[in-house]
């Protein structure tokens, strides 16, 4: 079923059993004391101006399956540390604060998620509208990260990718911070304008995307590396201890505008090879 509640929820004791459907307030959502089940179902929070969230402690009972910010104006601002297997953004701003965050799923497809000081502990990010606004603070994504529209704004932080990040459309903005990649970087569309350090683990492919390197360093910190499409970097470096390999996609064109840097050691080379053998 579902419940609308055009107004505030404030709960103090006993337990509050969602409906398995969708709950919506469109007020302030404080909870002094007692717990939520919130039953498997979505709870939205809808209204036209800011909104409190509020939760009184950490048990397990008090997580949100799905909460939904879907706002017309306003921010939701958090009061209180949240969890849940999904937090989706549709429209609106999630104003963290210093509260910890800790979802399996982050969706954005809306609106802005504007990063405070505290811990934003998020497995996946599937950004497809709107703005992810790290605002300075550090990220890490267990997981795979999605973009196909919207704006990733990095900021001065690290981000860190604990897997792939792949861009399909929107724009990842990178500053004078560093981002961490521990997987692949695929930009089939849109743009990734790297920051002041791009650390890299895995292949780059470049489809058909904007690739803008500025006056960074790009460092290739995997073993066996590929490097697939139009890529122009300023600063290139790949430095290795162990034997290994760098491969360039045949047909394509990599371009150095100002250091190279590729270093193998004593008795383990760094072989340069493309991905066609030859004839």
Do not use: C
């Not at 717990?35 to 939205?44: A, E, F, H, K, Q």
């Not at 800011?50 to 048990?59: I, V």
């Not at 549709?90 to 609106?111: C, F, K, R």
């Amino acid at each position: 079923g579902t419940l609308d509640i055009n107004g505030s929820l404030a709960f103090s004791t006993g337990s509050l059993i969602a409906p398995s459907g969708t709950m919506t307030v469109s007020g302030n959502f404080t909870m002094s004391g007692g717990t939520l089940d919130s039953n498997g179902g979505t709870v939205t929070l809808d209204g036209s101006s800011d909104q409190g969230l509020r939760l009184p402690g950490t048990s397990s009972t008090e997580d949100f399956a799905t909460l939904r910010i879907n706002k017309s104006a306003g921010s939701v601002i958090l009061g209180s540390a949240i969890s849940g297997a999904l937090v989706q953004l549709s429209a609106g701003t999630l104003t963290q604060g210093s509260n910890i965050v800790t979802t399996t799923a982050t969706t954005i497809d809306g609106g802005t998620l504007t990063r405070g000081s505290g811990n934003y502990n998020s497995r996946t990010l599937t950004l497809s509208s709107g703005t992810y606004n790290s605002n300075g603070q550090t990220s890490l994504w267990s997981g795979a990260v999605l973009l196909s529209g919207g704006t990733y704004t990095a900021s001065t932080a690290t981000q860190t990718f604990g897997s792939s990040l792949t861009i399909s459309g929107g724009t990842y903005t990178g500053s004078t911070g560093t981002a961490d990649i521990n997987g692949n970087l695929t930009l089939n569309s849109g743009t990734f304008t790297a920051p002041s350090i791009t650390l890299l683990s895995g292949n780059f492919t470049n489809v058909a995307g904007t690739f803008t390197q500025g006056s960074g360093l790009f460092t290739l910190d995997g073993n066996a590396q590929t490097l697939s499409g139009s890529l122009t970097f300023y600063d290139l470096t790949k430095t290795v201890s162990s034997g290994t390999t760098l491969f360039f996609h045949a047909g394509n064109t990599v371009t150095v505008t100002n250091t190279l840097t590729l270093q193998g050691a004593a008795s383990n080379t760094l072989k340069l090879r493309s991905t066609t053998a030859a004839t």
